[in-house]
């Protein structure tokens, strides 16, 4: 069964630094992974994603992420936070087993920007 | 554009009642999902449907079962409700196999 992993809990920042957020998955088949962000009290929002070609994929509000197959890896990145940044974001892979396959996430990584 | 709609968005229930939970999907996703999020937690993957038929099955308490119906709204029922049945239950549609999940507001379910 697939599974990913989040390494960081909790990230605080100030306005305007750079964020990387890791995140790795473990399946030896092919996947389709996803960032979702979820600010307070709402629903999970896809923020990216990859299926396939370029490693490189851009997203919403300034967002990229980087899929690495050798190392099972797909951070995401953002050159500039800002204080909307603040939410939580959740890793996730989808195993191509079959349709209806379970979209696996992370244990998630609280992000906090200050102003 | 249409989103996935849960209803009800809050329900409170005591210890040992019974809860249905609903879900609309997005018209002509032929996928649906249910996931389990307690306070602070990552969403803990229930049960798939596809084309209304029960795909895949994750942490799911025998107590609960869910089913997908012909005009693709699904339900979740929970019986024999415990305190730590408490947390937001997500409902999500996707379009296709390993395409993204779309996720309703959900459910926030407390149980006293």
């Known amino acids: 069964a697939q599974s990913v992993s989040q390494h960081n809990h909790h990230v605080i920042l100030s306005e305007a630094a750079s964020l990387e957020l890791g995140c790795n998955y473990s399946?030896?088949?092919?996947?389709?992974l996803f960032w979702y962000v979820q600010y307070p009290g709402q629903h999970l929002q896809l923020l990216l994603k990859?299926?396939?070609?370029?490693?490189l994929v851009k997203g919403i509000k300034g967002f990229e992420a980087e899929f690495i197959k050798s190392k099972f890896s797909f951070n995401l990145r953002k050159p500039s936070v800002q204080w909307s940044d603040t939410a939580e974001y959740f890793c996730?892979?989808?195993?191509?087993?079959?349709?209806?396959?379970?979209?696996?996430f992370g244990k998630g990584t609280t992000l906090s920007v200050s102003s | 554009a249409a989103g996935v709609i849960q209803s009800p968005r809050h329900l409170i229930k005591e210890k040992r009642e019974t809860a249905t939970l609903k879900c609309y999907p997005i018209?002509?996703?032929?996928?649906v999902y249910w996931y389990q999020q307690g306070p602070g937690q990552d969403p803990q993957f229930l049960i798939s449907?596809?084309?209304?038929?029960?795909?895949d099955k994750g942490s799911i308490p025998d107590r609960f079962s869910a089913q997908q119906f012909s005009d693709y709204h699904s339900e979740l029922n929970m019986s024999s409700l415990e305190l730590g049945d408490s947390a937001l239950y997500f409902c999500?549609?996707?379009?296709?196999?390993?395409?993204?999940?779309?996720f309703g507001q959900g459910t926030r379910l407390t149980v006293v």
């Open positions: 999500a549609s996707s379009p296709g196999q390993g395409a993204e999940a779309f």
């Open positions: 399946y030896g088949g092919t996947v389709n």
């Open positions: 990859y299926f396939s070609g370029d490693p």
């Open positions: 996730a892979v989808n195993a191509h087993i079959q349709a209806g396959t379970a979209l696996i």
């Open positions: 018209p002509r996703h032929d996928t």
């Open positions: 449907f596809y084309e209304k038929m029960q795909s």
